[in-house]
C-alpha cells in the first residue's frame, strides 16, 4: 500500500493588500514520489511551498504530514522544519562557516548529535552530492552550483520525510544548472519524496512522477509528466506556448549579438 506522505486541503494565502496569491488548492504526495509545481511568476509556486513549511501562515486550508496536521498553532515548527527539508533558490548558506560546519549545526543544534557523528553523516550526505573535495572551503569561495548542492547536502542530513526545492536552479548560470539538475535527478532516482517548484519545463517532464501547472493561484491542470507534451487544458496549451515563444526569441536575440 502506497503512504501517503503530504496532504494539502482547500489552501489559502491572502497576503497584506488583499493578493490572493492561494486560492483553496489541494494536492497530495505519495511516498517516494516527485511531483513539480510549474506556472508562471506570481501564479503561487513558490507560497506553497513556504505554507508547507511554515514559513508563512496561510489564510486557510489543513496541510497534513503523514497524516498529522501541521498548520496549528501547537505545531513544533523546528521539529517540523527536520521533517520537512527546504532547498531555497538563494541557497541561505552561513557565509562565516565552512561547508562541513554549514552542515553539522543543525545536526548537532536541532537533533542533539555530536560533533563526531555529525560529521560523519555530513561526510556521507556530501559524497551523495559530489562535494567531498571542498568541506573545507567557506561559501565565498563555491559556485553558485556548488552553493546550491551544499544547500541540498544540508537538507539531506536531517534526513526529511519529504523535500521541498524553490526554484532551485533560478540564481545559477546557465553553464551551472546541469550539474544541480542532475544531483536532483539522482534523488528523485534514490525514491526521495520531493516537491519541486521549476521553471526547468524540460526537467519536470523528465523526473517528476507528477506535474502541477498553476495559474492565478489555482491549480489549473495536474498529470502525469505527459501533460507537458499532451495538455489538456487551454491555459496549460498558452503557458507551455509562451515558454516556447520565449527560447526563439532568445535564440534569435543570441544570433544577432553574435
Known sequence: MVERVLDVEDLHMIYAGGVHAVRGISFEVNQGESVAIIGSSGSGKSTVLRCINRLIEPTGGKIFLKGEQINTPHTDVNDLRSRIGMVFQSFE???HLRVLDNITLGLRHVKGMSKRDAEDEAMAVLERVDMLDRVDAYPGNLSGGQKQRVA????????PEVLLFDEPTSALDPELIGSVLETIRGLADEGMTMVVVTHEIGFARDVADRIIYMDQGVVAEEGASSIINDPQT???KKFLSSLHEDEVAEEGNGEKRS
Open 93 to 95: 548558506l552561513f557565509a
Open 152 to 159: 541540498i547536502a544540508r537538507a539531506l542530513a536531517m534526513k
Open 234 to 236: 487551454d491555459r496549460l
